[in-house]
């Protein structure tokens, strides 16, 4: 079973939509970070969250941690096909793990039509 | 640009082999942590090293072994290869005073026959 569950896990849109990707879990992490993932490529980082409540944006892309440091959310804004990628969300450091060990959802892949 | 970089590649085995990963970064850490990722999945944590020494691992066997050098560059070293061990492998590296936020590597896919 995945510590992480990532929803949904394909999205295909058009240009100039706005779609939102959720990140659940029952532990709760101490920092929570986004990726994006080209084909054969490592992960780069977007963001990482770390206090409750908390959020980020990055030009059309926001970013929200749960109060209780167990989920997350990535919304982007007037979606471009440059988008497209796989988008990772990675939880850190549950309580009885490795400090800074990464849990990783499954992803999803994110697909924008011109 | 995160400065890590991993070689080979691309790397075609087969079953039974042996094979060796590295990894190395341009900026000062102490962190380094393995991962697998295999088709269509998210990575799978494999091992930590800090300061040169395993501090921490996941669900893999033994014959997934790993070093990380003074110089911090680190390898991955997998035995007697399986078909399942067909991915793309990844290092990460945390900096120091970092909030667990861990910079990925390009990766190397691994093809074991």
């Known amino acids: 079973t995945q510590l992480l569950e990532q929803s949904p896990q394909f999205l295909s849109i058009q240009e100039g939509e706005n779609l939102t990707v959720y990140c659940n879990s029952s532990?709760?992490?101490?920092?929570l970070q986004w990726y994006r993932q080209e084909p054969g490529e490592g992960p780069v980082l977007l963001v990482t969250?770390?206090?409750?409540?908390e959020v980020k944006k990055l030009k059309r892309l926001t970013f929200q941690f749960g109060d209780a440091r167990k989920d997350s959310s990535l919304h982007i804004t007037a979606a471009q096909p440059g988008d497209t990628g796989l988008y990772l969300c990675a939880g850190a450091s549950p309580r009885g793990s490795t400090l800074g060990r990464l849990y990783f959802g499954r992803g999803t892949q994110l697909t924008v039509w011109p | 640009e995160t400065g890590v970089t991993q070689s080979p590649t691309h790397l075609i085995k087969t079953r039974g082999q042996q094979v060796t990963l590295r990894c190395s970064s341009q900026s000062g850490h102490n962190t380094v942590s393995w991962y697998q990722q295999a088709l269509g999945q998210g990575p799978q944590f494999i091992f930590q090293y800090y300061r040169e020494e395993e501090n921490g691992r996941g669900n893999f066997p033994p014959r997934f072994s790993g070093l990380q050098f003074p110089n911090y560059s680190s390898e991955l070293n997998v035995n007697a290869l399986e078909l399942d061990d067909s991915a793309l492998y990844l290092c990460a590296i945390r900096t120091s005073g970092s909030t667990d936020t861990q910079y990925f590597g390009p990766g190397t896919r691994l093809t074991v026959l």
């Open positions: 532990s709760v992490f101490s920092s």
């Open positions: 969250v770390v206090t409750g409540g």
